[in-house]
């Protein structure tokens, strides 16, 4: 079984630039998340999808994140314009099951990773 | 609100010996709760997890943890470390098994 797919795997941007993270989840996974994991702290969610639908976007800085997972399979993540503190690792996340389902097909599955630089 | 904390950003220990890593949550009930280790450039990778089930949870690569409600704690360890377990370590909480909340993690060195 693929595991979850992200790309770039390194960005590197100036400030007030744009950017967009693709991540494509593991196959049948109905849930799929985006954290953003800062130097020295651990993932914070941004946004969490289930299918095509948005679960929660409450730490989501939507006057400059976006993200969008139009067929319910593949994802992106896009930011405009760039600030240095979006410096961080972007990571895609992936479950089995839906919302309701909690516990029951709950395994995370972790992408690599994308690692920006806002200079 | 949910929350875990983890104590000591940085562990040091020699080659076979034990190693703890520390995790006390904060939850209005016993939630579901997670270990996962990250290596230099890699995504996480599940340890183990609490359920409700057995308050001593075995995971992979020899690790386990044990949940204890009094001490609202949930510690990883192993027996003998190994230089293949440096690496962070990161626990999560969660309450309905959809959303996780993270601690800030832990970075392991093995010292040979």
């Known amino acids: 079984e693929a595991g979850v797919a992200q790309s770039p795997r390194y960005k590197i941007i100036e400030k007030r630039q744009s950017v967009a993270f693709w991540c494509n989840p593991i196959?049948?996974?109905?849930?799929l998340y985006w954290y953003q994991q800062i130097l020295g702290q651990g993932p914070k969610l941004l946004i969490q999808?289930?299918?095509?639908?948005?679960?929660?976007d409450s730490q989501l800085p939507k006057d400059r994140f976006s993200a969008e997972r139009l067929k319910g399979v593949d994802s992106t993540l896009k930011i405009q314009p760039a600030k240095l503190e979006d410096s961080a690792v972007y990571l895609c996340?992936?479950?089995?099951?839906?919302?309701?389902?909690?516990?029951?097909?709950?395994?995370?599955?972790f992408g690599a990773g994308t690692r920006l630089s806002v200079l | 609100a949910q929350s875990v904390t983890q104590l000591g950003s940085h562990v040091s220990v020699s080659e076979g010996a034990l190693v703890l890593l520390r995790c006390n949550y904060s939850?209005?009930?016993?939630?579901?709760l997670f270990w996962y280790v990250q290596y230099p450039n890699q995504g996480l990778q599940l340890l183990l997890k609490?359920?409700?089930?057995?308050?001593l949870v075995k995971g992979i690569n020899g690790f386990e943890a044990e949940f204890k409600k009094s001490e609202t704690s949930f510690h990883l360890t192993k027996p003998s470390a190994h230089m293949s377990d440096a690496a962070e370590y990161f626990c999560?909480?969660?309450?309905?098994?959809?959303?996780?909340?993270f601690g800030t993690g832990t970075s392991l060195t093995v010292i040979p």
């Open positions: 996340a992936s479950r089995r099951g839906g919302f309701v389902d909690g516990l029951a097909k709950n395994i995370q599955y």
């Open positions: 196959s049948g996974h109905a849930t």
């Open positions: 999808f289930q299918n095509n639908g948005v679960v929660d």
């Open positions: 939850s209005s009930v016993p939630p579901y």
């Open positions: 609490y359920t409700s089930a057995a308050t």
């Open positions: 999560a909480v969660s309450h309905t098994g959809n959303q996780f909340y």
